[in-house]
C-alpha cells in the first residue's frame, strides 16, 4: 500500500515533529502516521531501506528511531523539508512507495 497522495484531506494534523506536521492517526509505537507535508512520509509504510536517504540532494531526510514500529525499527524523517527543490528522486527511489512529494502544499506549521 502507498502514501495516500489526498492525505491532507483525509487525515488531521494531531502533533509536530522537529518543525514539521504530523498528520494522524497516531497510536505509538504500532501506528505512527505521516510526518511532513511538502515532502510527506508514511511511517508505517517506511521499511528504513535509506535510498531516499542516500539519493535526495539536498539531505531533506534523517533518520529517527522509532522501536517497536512493525515495519521497521527507524524511518526517514523529512526533518529538511523546507530544502526540496522537487526533484522527485526519493519518490523514484522509495521501494514501498512511502513518500509523496507536492510543491503546492505548504511546509509551514
Ligand atoms: Fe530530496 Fe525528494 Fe525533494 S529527493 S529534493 S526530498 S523531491
Ligand atoms: Fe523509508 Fe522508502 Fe526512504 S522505505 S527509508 S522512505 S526509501
Ligand atoms: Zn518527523
Known amino acids: 500500500?502507498?502514501?495516500?497522495?489526498?492525505?491532507?484531506?483525509?487525515?488531521?494534523?494531531?502533533?509536530?515533529?522537529?518543525?514539521?506536521?504530523?498528520?494522524?492517526?497516531?497510536?505509538?509505537?504500532?501506528?505512527?502516521g505521516i510526518?511532513?507535508?511538502?515532502?510527506?512520509?508514511?511511517?508505517?509504510?517506511?521499511l528504513a531501506d535509506g535510498a531516499c536517504l542516500e539519493d535526495c540532494p539536498v539531505d531533506v531526510f534523517e533518520w529517527v528511531d522509532t522501536p517497536g514500529h512493525p515495519e521497521s525499527e527507524r524511518k526517514a524523517d523529512p526533518?529538511?523539508?523546507?530544502?526540496c527543490i522537487d526533484c522527485m528522486l526519493c519518490v523514484d527511489v522509495c521501494p514501498v512507495d512511502a513518500i509523496d512529494v507536492d510543491g503546492s502544499r505548504e511546509t509551514r506549521i
Open 1 to 32: 500500500m502507498a502514501i495516500d497522495p489526498q492525505f491532507e484531506e483525509n487525515r488531521e494534523v494531531v502533533d509536530e515533529h522537529e518543525g514539521h506536521r504530523v498528520w494522524g492517526p497516531v497510536d505509538e509505537p504500532e501506528t505512527l
Open 35 to 46: 510526518h511532513g507535508t511538502h515532502v510527506a512520509v508514511d511511517f508505517d509504510i517506511c
Open 79 to 83: 526533518a529538511n523539508e523546507a530544502n
